[in-house]
């Protein structure tokens, strides 16, 4: 399909988003996506009128939320090819790699990869894990036969973006789990970027964990899901209400999964927002989604590529994704001069200095779509970028 056409076939939703005020070009959903008015009037609805808490009480009220909570789970569950009870709700994809990190009876070595965010670094270090790390092929993609050279029976954990928040690269999460399995050792996959635009079945990519949040999802902050088929050898992370089965002062004893990880009132209103979301994405269709997203990335490089002053990162088919630099201007002056012509995107690290200095790059600047981005939003970028380098041409 060509690039005119899948624009043209995709349906216009910018009037979904009450967000994305008329002249506003929205360029940062890698960053966090905008919000549907569906998913507003689920979270409204569940914090007002029909707001009570749940597995608790025995009144109506709150046996109806607990019924609507407990279907949120079933439904994301759905989304991503799981069963119910193998979905934990987390505050996020930071929280649910922590949880794994610090839980896991296996401490050993985790192979990471120099594209990893922030967060599938920094709690591997603070839990005790030994890390190495699996380096790029040219195009900036995880480098899977680096990968099965460094991969020894040491390692208990490989933990991989499913996609790179900077710079788009897939992963063949199929292999890696192969990989990974074939020393003994378990996957994680970080799904932030993949789950807003690429179809996951968990139980298809083979994968021991896969995590993502909310927000991204074009739902709210504040939630997020670890996925595994292995929640029950791993103990309890926190400790509070609700995750146990008795308590007394000599002994506890916990709830099966995933109740045992969610200590405490959950975020009830959240993962019903959360199961809004995946409604409103699985009504335009994930693979539509991410057609549209080829056209855009598609038609951004190539404008990109046009000009001298530009150095584009990552592989052609970057997932959303489209990271640039040019040549004698820092990123935060791009974002500055951008945004003074309506055009938000992301300046900055992005949460991977590792990857910034593999790049040789302090920073980089990233133009991200989501459901609402159009040829509009990308030719206003390409306006403001052309007077970028007459201000400092």
């Known amino acids: 399909m060509s690039t005119t056409t899948a624009l043209r076939t995709f349906p216009d939703v910018r009037a979904d988003f009450p ?8 360029l940062d959903t890698a ?3 905008q919000k549907p008015q569906a998913v ?3 979270t ?3 914090m007002g009128r029909d707001y009570a808490t749940v597995h608790r009480g025995v009144y109506a009220r709150s046996a109806d939320m607990t019924l609507a909570y407990e279907a949120a789970r079933r439904r994301i569950a759905a989304f991503i090819g799981a069963r119910d009870e193998q979905v934990t709700f987390v505050r996020g994809a930071t929280e649910a790699i922590n949880l794994v990190a610090y839980s896991h009876p296996k401490k050993g070595r985790v192979l990471l990869s120099v594209l990893e965010h922030h967060s599938n670094i920094v709690p591997w270090q603070l839990a005790g894990w030994q890390v190495d790390v699996c380096p790029l092929t040219a195009d900036g993609c995880i480098d899977l036969d680096a990968a099965e050279k460094l991969l020894t029976a040491e390692h208990t954990m490989v933990a991989f973006a499913h996609v790179s928040n900077v710079l788009g690269s897939p992963l063949d999460v199929a292999r890696a789990a192969e990989l990974a399995h074939r020393v003994g050792a378990e996957l994680l996959i970080d799904g932030c970027q993949a789950v807003p635009r690429l179809p996951v079945d968990v139980a298809a990519l083979g994968c021991d964990y896969y995590v993502f949040s909310g927000h991204k999802l074009y739902g709210p902050t504040g939630i997020g899901v670890l996925w595994s088929d292995k929640l029950d050898r791993l103990p ?6 609700s995750m146990i089965d008795r308590v007394t002062f000599a002994k506890t004893t916990y ?3 995933p109740t045992r990880f969610e200590a405490g009132t959950p975020a009830i209103i959240e993962a019903i927002g959360l199961a ?4 409103y994405v699985e009504a335009i269709g994930v693979d539509a989604i991410h057609a549209h997203e080829v056209s855009l990335v598609g038609s951004l490089r190539e404008a990109l590529a046009r000009k001298n002053s530009i150095t584009l990162f990552g592989p052609e088919n970057s997932a ?4 640039f630099s040019m040549a004698g201007v820092h990123p935060h002056d791009i974002g500055t001069i951008l945004d003074e012509s309506g055009v938000a995107i992301r300046a900055g690290h992005h949460c991977a200095q590792p990857l910034m200095e593999h790049l040789g790059v302090p920073a980089t600047a990233r133009a991200s779509f989501g459901v609402y981005s159009n040829d509009d939003d990308v030719a206003a970028l390409i306006d403001g970028l052309a007077r970028v380098e007459r201000i400092f041409g």
């Not at 967000?19 to 929205?26: A, E, I, N, S, V």
């Not at 809004?276 to 409604?279: H, K, L, M, N, P």
């Not at 959303?320 to 990271?323: E, H, N, T």
């Open 255 to 257: 709830a099966p999964a």
């Open 320 to 323: 959303g994704i489209v990271s």
């Open 236 to 241: 309890p992370w926190q400790g509070g209400g």
């Open 31 to 33: 960053a966090t996506a």
């Open 40 to 42: 507003i009037d689920a």
């Open 19 to 26: 967000g994305l005020t008329p002249g506003w070009h929205y």
């Open 44 to 46: 409204v609805n569940a």
């Open 276 to 279: 809004a979301a995946v409604d």
